[in-house]
């Protein structure tokens, strides 16, 4: 399939709100900073952007696809992306395990479930099914299976719904309506629910989780379409590199900075300015292994 311009435009953007999400987790959950700016940033951030930007990379995952593919020609992908993957990351690899299992699994489903709809039943029953059994002792995070079942329902959505998605006019609605559906969640439960390596999704709130991301998803799509920009397309179209690169420089960058994250603890301006060098530091080095990578003789580090 062509690579669609606005999908690597969002892709981009999202990698880069990936980054900006691991800085403080990475300084005060994983250094022990102390910073209040960094931790209002990670009680924010659930609100702007966590119930939707981890279900975007699977929507576009089923947007852009082609599950048509004889399945050795299918996996072979799969596999190049499984393959560096493993090699780089030896933590907090739940989103590859998940994205291999969701992916695979719904390659099968589309083969063998003709009815569209008893494809989306099946879909909707595994995805639920993932949801309700988050969280148990069966097998409780091998391959992340349960992560896998639920976002299948993204994958099919953005397969099947590509259209709908990117309709301008349904974008602004969705845009106006995740801002509702957000604050209803806060003031209804004082929570909202998102999917990360933790589930903040119940039974109860699965549906409301879905509406919302899907509302989140197509405002990203929209602001992705007006921004169109090369750089983020660049970064879209490495997003693997990006993902698997920002983690291990994260690791060696935080600890470089923890001084300045404590020193500035109180100030808000300086804050705000040492969480943004941190944030500029890690997506420059991103980018310059990615570039790298496009090297010839290296691309097949990445499966190329």
């Given at each position: 399939m062509n690579r669609i311009g606005y999908i690597d435009t969002l892709k981009g953007f999202l990698m880069l709100v990936v980054v900006a999400h691991h800085v403080?987790?990475?300084a005060l959950r994983v250094y022990h900073c102390e910073n209040e700016f960094f931790s209002s940033f990670m009680f924010a951030r659930e609100f702007v952007y966590m119930p939707y930007f981890m279900t975007a990379f699977f929507v576009c995952t089923g947007m852009c696809s082609n599950f048509e593919k004889p399945f050795a020609d299918f996996a072979k992908g799969v596999v190049r992306i499984a393959i560096p993957s493993y090699l780089i990351l030896r933590h907090?690899?739940?989103f590859i395990d998940a994205f291999i299992v969701s992916k695979l699994l719904y390659w099968l489903i589309?083969?063998?479930?003709?009815?569209?709809y008893l494809k989306f039943a099946v879909v909707l029953a595994l995805a639920v099914l993932g949801c309700a059994l988050h969280g148990g002792k069966?097998?409780?995070e091998a391959y992340a299976w349960h992560h896998g079942l639920t976002m299948l329902l993204f994958i099919y959505i953005g397969h099947h719904l590509r259209d709908f998605l990117t309709n301008k006019?349904?974008?602004?609605v969705a845009a106006i309506a995740y801002v509702i559906l957000a604050l209803a969640c806060f003031l209804i439960w004082a929570d909202i629910p998102y999917f990360e390596k933790v589930f903040h999704v119940t039974y109860i709130t699965f549906v409301p989780f879905v509406i919302i991301s899907l509302c989140g998803v197509m405002m990203s799509i929209g602001i992705a379409r007006l921004i169109d920009n090369h750089l983020l397309q660049f970064i879209g179209k490495r997003s693997l590199v990006f993902?698997?690169?920002?983690l291990v420089i994260l690791l060696h960058i935080i600890p470089r900075f923890k001084g300045l994250v404590n020193g500035t603890n109180g100030n808000l301006l300086a804050s705000i300015l040492v969480f943004v060098l941190i944030w500029l530091v890690v997506s420059a080095l991103c980018l310059l292994v990615a570039k790298l990578l496009d090297h010839p003789n290296l691309k097949w580090l990445v499966g190329k």
């Open positions: 403080p987790y990475y907090t690899q739940w589309n083969k063998y479930v003709t009815n569209r069966f097998f409780y006019r349904h974008v602004w993902f698997l690169m920002h």
